[in-house]
């Protein structure tokens, strides 16, 4: 498909025509049956623990009526081994027959389990059983947040990354192109960055080139190999799946691109033109901490060429300071084609920011904006944001998931309001 014929218009959500099977998992994954292992055994071992407990003395059958059939909140362990069994059943049904693959059942089941530990030591009365009245509901405890990070860090990420190469595998033996080919790019209509805005595009893109450095010349290829994997990521939008939507219509795609991995995408209608949007987020790059309240510092390190330049940015904190400030360096690319602006963008090294221990280095994926004109309202563009980054540092995926959603989300929001700000008073 080339890409002057791919439309990112309102038909834009409709699903491709492309008939590329989707991987088919019909047997369970190895790290999934893992987990179920696990869960079985969390089980099976809290209630060894309780059954230890209750023949200490060797009064077994006495015990176990006292505790089941007289059953006491206080003093009780009973609660613990029937909470163990629920966590193992809803766990097993949710991950083993259903195939769910998402990390909600599994937080559900550590929120609840972890509540129901933590006000039972505080008023019960387990530490007069002896050391496994408080062994007990310890080892459960850990053992809930064992099935948690389990899930969230090797479960949900490594069947995604299968499922990436049965994909490329798929498309390689039906003789189809894989969402990443190398081909060359058609040379097309280039945009300019500030440098050079009032140039116009000629021969002496060719001579600028012969007087590239070795490390000038890598710039330029990563900008260009990103470009090329971003165009393919959004020609397959029947791989997107919806994630959330706001009132003014913005809307949070999720895909996952082989040899990449989750990226999400930012879709939203802008009362501006194209040129008006592309030269706030990106050919004024410099400015955007005065209206990108999640960016502090942004600056522009070295123009390569007219279309390719290296940028760093620093990134403040989110989640509430959960997620520190993150610093990333980037190279870019920049194309222009009739009604539409296009940015790509991957991280790369520069040594006018090496990494330092004052701030966590992030390291984007392959990304950028595209904007394009609305063809039912030619004042106003169509933004399309590919964010694909990996901020490092052990943090939980759905707090990384929930909090790029967010950014990307009040991005267009604060780029709405400055958009509105610059707008001529009728």
Known sequence: MDWTESSLNSSYLVGSADSTPRPENKKISDVRRTFCLF????????????????????????????????????????????????????????????????????????????????????????????????????????????????????????????????????????????????????????????????????????ETKKNLTWREKEYVQQGKRSMEVMKQTLSRQDLWSFDKKTEYGDVIYITDVTGYGRTYILKAVLDATPEAVFDEVVVNIEAMPQWNKAITESQVLQRVEDHTFVTYEVAASAARGLISPRDFVTVRRVERRPDRFISSGMSTTHDARPVHDGIVRGENGVGGFVVDRNRHNHEQSVLHWILNTDLKGKLPGYLVQQSLAGVMLDFAENLRQRLRGMRPAV
């Open 39 to 206: 869960v079985t055994f969390d089980f099976l071992f809290v209630g060894l623990l309780w059954l230890t407990e209750l023949n200490v003395d060797g009064n077994l059958k006495d015990k176990l009526i006292n505790e089941v059939v007289n059953y006491s909140y206080q003093t009780s362990l009973f609660d613990i081994f029937c909470l163990g069994a629920v966590r193992c059943t809803m766990l097993l049904l949710a991950y083993a027959l259903f195939r769910l693959k998402h990390w909600w059942m599994v937080a559900l089941t550590t929120f609840v389990s972890s509540a129901f530990l933590i006000v039972k030591v505080i008023i019960s009365q387990l530490l007069k059983k002896g050391a496994l009245g408080y062994v007990i509901p310890i080892v459960s405890f850990i053992l809930v947040w064992v099935e948690t990070w389990f899930v969230d860090f090797k479960v949900l990420p490594q069947e995604i990354k299968e499922e990436n190469r049965q994909l490329q595998s798929q498309q390689s033996g039906s003789g189809q192109a894989p969402l990443i080919y190398p081909r060359p790019l058609s040379d097309p209509h280039f945009y300019s960055p500030p440098s050079s805005l009032d140039g116009s595009d000629d021969d002496s893109e060719d």
